[in-house]
């Protein structure tokens, strides 16, 4: 009898799964800076997001029980590098959800490649069986959560970043926040 850790009656557990890009070492200082930069602990309070957290997620997945993780890295695989090229994603743009208290920065411009890598992703997770909601994508980089902000600040000057690649992570809960672990990474074509 296999261990199980839910009703479900399938082997191991399962993990938090979600496709996303991130930063290289520069764009994550230069990302991370900005809290500081625009002061948006003082203006907004919350809780700004680590360094090393901040990413900017493509689909998320949810749970995926371990025999299943190989299928979505196949799925990963069948996305063709050759039609998906790099791209430079400029950062321009802060921004504030109500709703769920979080302060973001985004690309005023979304690049048509984003576009469609995300929707190249989403149908082939989609396609082999992987439900996902049905959301309009909204490119965003989060900064800060359990924010609230009475005004926002601007970005004095854009941040530039290359996007070569695209991974999958597995997301936890720990008692100091989210700990992000890369389980895949795929190149995008063309550099
Ligand atoms: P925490 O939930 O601990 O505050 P988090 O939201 O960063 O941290 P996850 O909930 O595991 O960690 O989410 C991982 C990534 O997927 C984040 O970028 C999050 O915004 C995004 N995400 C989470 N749930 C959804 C969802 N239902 N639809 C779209 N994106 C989601
Ligand atoms: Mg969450």
Redesign the pocket.
Known sequence: MPITEDNTGRAGRAH?I?F?IWPDNDTQKQLAGLTKQLRLESLCSGRKIKAE?I?L?LV?V?KVYPDRLEVLRDVADSVKQSVLPAFDLVIDEVRYWKHNHIVYIAPGKVPHELVNLEGALRDAISTAGFPL?Q?AYAPHI?LM?NAFCPALPELAKPIAWRVREWMLVK?E?ATN??V?TPIGCWPLGGF
């Open positions: 938090r979600f996303a957290n990413h997620t998320f949810g909601e959301r989060t959560r997301s809960q926040g989210s992000y």
